[in-house]
């Protein structure tokens, strides 16, 4: 079996050009792209007057808090769902 | 009664401070503050030519695809979830 397909996708970010590579489809590269740039243009627009340092790290704090939430989420329907498997195993 | 308390935390973050505020527990600013601070530790560990604007964004990217795959999982749990109640409804 030949392996796995690279994809690469350039997309621009706060100016500058950066290539994302992974064995995750065009599609998905793109989604993830532009999901970090959208958020970067909000904050930007929301605080012209920062660097762009300080707008990726307040992205990356942005983006964590919201994984971080359905992180949180995840593991509260994994745990219903594992004693929603004890009762049925019980009943 | 009284407006709800506002958490605080001060973070390092590649050799600058930020303020994180908000209305979650200190150890969840706590939490989300050093997650972030580790992963730019990390990429700065692996990359140490890089600027701290190309790590931050690096960083965004990461997490925005941690973000996404366990959002893809947290959809399908959700649908399964519901599927499980139809039957159950049916059965």
């Given at each position: 079996?030949?392996?796995?397909?690279r994809?690469?996708?350039?997309?621009?970010?706060?100016?500058?050009?950066?290539?994302?590579k992974?064995?995750?489809?065009?599609?998905?590269?793109?989604?993830?792209?532009?999901?970090?740039?959208?958020?970067?243009?909000?904050?930007?627009?929301?605080?012209?007057?920062?660097?762009?340092?300080?707008?990726?790290?307040?992205?990356?704090?942005?983006?964590?808090d919201?994984?971080?939430?359905?992180?949180?989420?995840?593991?509260?329907?994994?745990?219903?769902?594992?004693v929603?498997?004890?009762?049925?195993?019980i009943?």
């Open positions: 079996m030949a392996l796995k397909e994809s690469k996708l350039r997309i621009d970010i706060l100016g500058q050009e950066y290539v994302l992974g064995t995750d489809s065009p599609e998905y590269l793109k989604k993830v792209g532009n999901f970090v740039s959208d958020k970067m243009d909000q904050v930007y627009k929301n605080n012209p007057i920062y660097g762009p340092t300080k707008i990726a790290v307040l992205v990356s704090l942005q983006i964590a919201e994984y971080q939430k359905l992180k949180d989420d995840y593991e509260k329907i994994v745990e219903e769902l594992r929603l498997d004890k009762i049925h195993k009943g």
